[in-house]
């Protein structure tokens, strides 16, 4: 076992993928540029030194361009690992991953396969409006295209080797403040979580989730930094006698929908939380699902802890309003006990 | 390239039979044989067949929303066209494509992309690995004259032409994007003027002259499989159908139209062959019949497939090894 951070899990699951296939390559804007940040958050940094620039290769700013090269080169052997430095960024090339890449298997009757990965980093960090948004919703929204969201250094090692195996897109979307980024690229507030990564091969399989904690009273479901908002939160609860049961579903397309379900079977009361914008978000599908096929189970509302319909604003106390808090998580599960 | 290099029959057979296929198509929508809709290809044969004739199966075509003459140049059976286009499961993409979306990979012809422009980022990306998995195999993009200020071929042709890929960018400038005419949309006169920006060569070729258009797809095909990088290439021609289905083309003259008409590529290498003395009448008349039969039998084919089950919508959402 190693102590890891995101980012260097991530590192790592890149460096084990590339050296067992030399297909894979990663596609960015600087990635490997000598002297440079290796991808806006580290995760890329010094993988051009072992790897080459051909393999390491950096482009343009061209969101649509290098994720359409990524996805054109998908379809012709190769798997590409694509990332853009800002989540946000993908909404400039989104003809190129809703169009292109979730529909080629299927227009063409199941004869084409694009074992594309797709990176992006999430969440509000105090960049304003548009280096913030959590975007998840719009994604797993479009049918082809396949949805992961780690929290942990184990996972997000565990699920990257998965989605390069995989032969169609996926896209990971990684928080900001759990990257462990060090240096210059470090983010003030992060949370950095530190994780046990085992030395040997393993997969984290995509489309399982995991219970983070076990309780009989109420069911929290987070993704990303809002799982460790629903720990804080349960962990308060437990003083009081409540016993809360973290769910992280960890891929969110495929949803592992019985993990859910048995949980909210068992405790009667669901809460989900999530940075994302309240309508339309991932947490409402997640809502409608647990209503549809678990009503007769619940003792209570489904509520549902998101940020505001508002962009992510700049200014550090509006920003802590916009993003979920632990203090949010209880107030939630004590409104339907 | 002396002329006797030039295979004149053959791009003869294949003009004829996009037009024909073409021509069919519309009398059987007209008929409601055919749902959805049409983009015809009619006038422009000489780009498809000029071009394609250089590529191999294993070569990666990339086609757009106007895709039927490029499939059949690229060498995907009339009879798995046709069938899509009827929505029939024996289609090339079992009815899950449509006419905007015909292709088959086995025959290195991706799904036609009907986003426009859209495709050149992804010809750039199989042409990436192309270069890196083959010793000699390339990428050909074609795409229209208005997709050409789309940000995706800007953005894709800068990428090209950095790395140097084998990838040939072919715009069939046909002088209007749907009903916008050419000067509308461009302050210059040529889009094969921008290849200079990007960095790569930029060719103009008559786009109804088959020859012509053989000649400089050759040299830069061979240019790409050389691994010396891309090429544009402006085909200027002219679109002698409407945009789609019902278009009552009253976005431009008759007048221009018969000017396009007299430039019609296919009785203008009818000609040339006779003339070289390649080809006689009763030659000429016998591609013809044989073409012909290739319709009627790639028309028989789609009638008589089945329809998909309708829950086959279900499939192929993602890649599944047993297809």
């Known amino acids: 076992m190693a102590l890891m951070t995101i980012a260097e899990a991530l590192r790592q699951a890149i460096r084990e993928e590339m050296r067992r296939d030399p297909r894979v390559f990663c596609i960015g804007e600087d990635i490997g540029i000598p002297g440079g940040f290796g991808g806006a958050f580290t995760v890329t940094l010094g993988l051009s030194e072992e790897f080459g620039h051909e393999r390491i290769l950096d482009t343009p700013i061209s969101e649509t361009g290098l994720i359409g090269v990524a996805i054109g080169a998908a379809m012709a052997g190769l798997r590409p690992i694509a990332d853009v430095q800002y989540g946000d960024f993908l909404f400039c090339a989104m003809d190129q991953i809703a169009n292109q890449a979730a529909k080629m298997t299927y227009m063409s009757g199941g004869t084409v396969k694009v074992p594309l990965v797709l990176r992006a980093p999430v969440g509000a960090t105090g960049r304003g409006a548009q280096h913030a948004q959590s975007l998840e919703a719009f994604f797993t929204h479009i049918p082809g295209l396949k949805v992961v969201a780690p929290a942990t250094a184990y996972d997000a090692k565990g699920l990257l080797k998965s989605a390069v195996r995989d032969d169609n897109p996926v896209i990971i979307f990684e928080h900001k403040l759990l990257y462990g980024s060090k240096g210059p690229r470090a983010e003030r507030g992060a949370l950095s979580p530190v994780g046990e990564v085992p030395e040997e091969e393993y997969l984290v399989p995509i489309g399982k989730g995991i219970i983070r904690r076990e309780g009989k009273d109420v069911t929290i479901v987070g993704k990303l930094l809002t799982v460790y908002r629903a720990l804080e939160a349960a962990e308060q609860l437990a003083k009081e006698g409540i016993e809360a049961e973290v769910i992280d579903p960890r891929t969110l397309v495929p949803l592992d929908k019985e993990l859910i379900l048995d949980s909210v079977r068992k405790t009667g009361r669901l809460v989900i939380v999530e940075e994302d914008n309240y309508t339309g978000g991932w947490g409402a599908d997640v809502a409608a699902m647990v209503a549809a096929e678990a009503f007769f189970w619940l003792d209570a509302p489904i509520v549902r802890v998101s940020a505001p319909d508002t962009p992510p604003p700049f200014s550090p106390p509006m920003e802590q309003f916009y993003v979920p808090s632990a203090e949010r998580v209880v107030q939630a599960v004590k409104s339907i006990l | 390239m002396n002329q006797a290099d030039i295979p004149l029959l053959e791009l003869y057979r294949t003009m004829l039979t996009i037009r024909r296929f073409e021509e069919r198509c519309n009398y059987l929508f007209m008929q409601g044989r055919i ?16 071009v394609c004739a250089h590529l191999r199966p294993d070569d990666y075509l990339f086609s757009t929303h106007r895709p039927h003459g490029h499939a059949i140049a690229k060498g995907v059976a009339p009879r798995a066209i046709m069938a899509e ?231 192929h959402v993602f890649w599944s090894e047993e297809g």
């Open chain 2, 85 to 315: 286009l009827y929505g029939k499961v024996t289609g090339c993409c079992k009815g899950k494509g449509g006419s905007m979306h015909v292709g088959d990979v086995r025959v290195g012809m991706f799904p036609a992309v009907a986003i426009v422009g859209a495709n050149a980022p992804l010809a750039a990306g199989a042409a990436l690995a192309a270069k890196w998995l083959d010793k000699d195999r390339v990428s050909v993009c074609f795409f229209g004259e208005g997709a050409a200020n789309e940000g995706a071929v800007h953005e894709a042709m800068n990428m090209a032409a950095i790395w140097d890929l084998p990838v040939v960018y072919v715009c069939e400038n046909n002088l209007y994007a749907a009903s916008t005419p050419f000067f509308k949309a461009f302050k210059i006169q040529n889009v094969a003027d921008r290849a200079a920006a990007y960095g790569m060569p930029g060719v103009i070729v008559d786009g109804n002259d088959v020859e012509a258009v053989y000649r400089v797809a050759g040299e830069a095909i061979a240019r790409a499989r050389r691994r010396e990088g891309p090429t544009l290439i402006e085909a200027k021609t002219y679109r002698l159908c409407g945009h789609s289905r019902s278009d009552p083309r009253t976005y431009r003259s008759r007048e221009e139209e018969e000017e396009w008409a007299k430039r019609d590529p296919i009785p203008r290498l009818a000609g040339r062959l006779k003339e070289l003395g390649l080809a006689t009448d009763e030659t000429l008349e016998r591609i013809e019949q044989e073409v012909q039969a290739l319709i009627d039998d790639a028309v028989r084919f789609a009638e008589e497939s089945p329809l998909p089950d309708p829950e086959d919508t279900l499939k």
């Open chain 2, 35 to 50: 749902p959805s809709t049409l983009h015809l290809y009619i006038g422009q044969e000489a780009v498809a067949a000029g």
